[in-house]
């Protein structure tokens, strides 16, 4: 029988040793299932060759031709990551709806005598309840946001915080981006459907009795959307704001975008995304503070001119904040803000 998914408001324990996802590598990539493991049957080209035969020529020598390929891939794996694996391994099995892929890799798996089952619905069971969670529901957690404008060191508290115990969700870490225009990290940014994925399970490890410190966003992290039920129980919570002076916070920024200052040509790239706000005369200004090094001169002048007052027009509507906490933003500084941000949480989660 094939085995079907558990609910997903709490995290994925499967009675399984494994869950082989047996898709092309073009789909794994895309999303999958967290912690599991790419064998596919088909390769993406594979795939679109026998999709194409299918389509143009033939079902049935689109099978035949599938069956050789998913066999010649099937014995790769056999006698690679598979080769070592006991009698007493239980893998699950997946593919795109549990159709052709998966059962064809599971029949092979039985017949060496192991224990595998294929999911129910495949990837796309998995999917739909990932939608059902994030789109379709309202979510049982209540947010505490994490406010303040660019350089009151959020990301960073809100890290400290989550070492002493409270929970967190980590918006910027799970889209790898730092939600601003400098915000582009290495690796780029997962597809919206994985960044949803890793919400889905991070959710999931959260008790939903407790409160949930959530850094302030917009409903967008870089160029992925934060999904609804995310966003509504973001709007509706309340908010505790950092602040910090200019001067302080330029600093912060020059010391902690450091990574960003080592590439000047990524730097000035990113910047001249800022023309049609500021004009050309502002950002080769800023570009010439790049060249020569200056990143906190050129952090003052974004912050001034550029995030503060984009803050302040989205803060607007929010209302006023139910904590304020002025912040230092030295390490030690830090280390004091996070125990009073705990504090905060504290007296808001009555």
């Not at 993406?44 to 099978?63: C, H, L, M, N």
């Not at 969670?133 to 350089?151: E, S």
């Not at 995030?307 to 607007?316: F, L």
Request: aromatic share 6%; glycine share 8%; hydrophobic share 40%.
């Amino acid at each position: 029988m094939p085995y079907e998914l558990p609910d997903l408001s709490a995290p994925l324990d499967l009675p399984f040793d494994d869950i082989l996802d047996v898709r092309s590598p073009a789909e794994f990539a895309e999303d999958h299932i967290p912690g599991a493991i790419s064998l596919p049957v088909l390769d993406d080209e594979e795939r679109a060759i026998v999709g194409t035969i299918y389509k143009q020529e033939s079902p049935f020598r689109a099978r035949k031709i599938g069956a050789a390929l998913v066999a010649q891939n099937a014995a790769r794996h056999l006698q690679g990551p598979l080769a070592e694996k006991d009698g007493s391994w239980r893998p699950l099995v997946c593919c795109w709806r549990g159709g052709q892929r998966s059962n064809s890799f599971a029949s092979i798996l039985q017949q060496v005598g192991w224990r595998a089952d294929v999911l129910a619905g495949g990837y796309q069971s998995y999917r739909r309840a990932v939608v059902a969670r994030l789109y379709d529901g309202t979510l049982p957690h209540r947010f505490i946001l994490l406010d303040g404008d660019t350089g009151t060191a959020k990301t960073e508290l809100l890290h400290l915080v989550a070492e002493r115990g409270l929970q967190v969700l980590d918006l910027e870490g799970l889209a790898n981006h730092r939600g601003s225009v400098l915000g582009p990290r290495p690796g780029g940014q997962p597809s919206q459907k994985m960044l949803e994925s890793r919400l889905s399970a991070a959710l999931a490890r959260l008790d939903p009795v407790r409160p949930v410190l959530v850094e302030a966003e917009s409903s967008k992290v870089g160029e992925r959307l934060v999904p609804p039920a995310i966003w509504q129980a973001m709007r509706a919570a309340p908010r505790i704001h950092l602040e910090a002076g200019v001067e302080a916070r330029a600093r912060y920024l020059a010391r902690t975008y450091a990574d960003i200052a080592t590439d000047r040509g990524a730097l000035k790239n990113i910047l001249s995304l800022l023309v049609r706000l500021q004009g050309h005369e502002r950002v080769n200004e800023w570009k010439t503070l790049a060249d020569a090094g200056e990143f906190k001169a050129l952090a003052h002048g974004l912050i001034t001119h550029h995030y503060d007052s984009r803050y302040a027009k989205s803060r607007s509507a929010a209302g006023a904040p139910a904590e304020r906490i002025t912040v230092d933003l030295t390490p030690e500084g830090l280390a004091c803000a996070a125990g009073r941000l705990q504090e905060a949480v504290v007296r808001l989660k009555g």
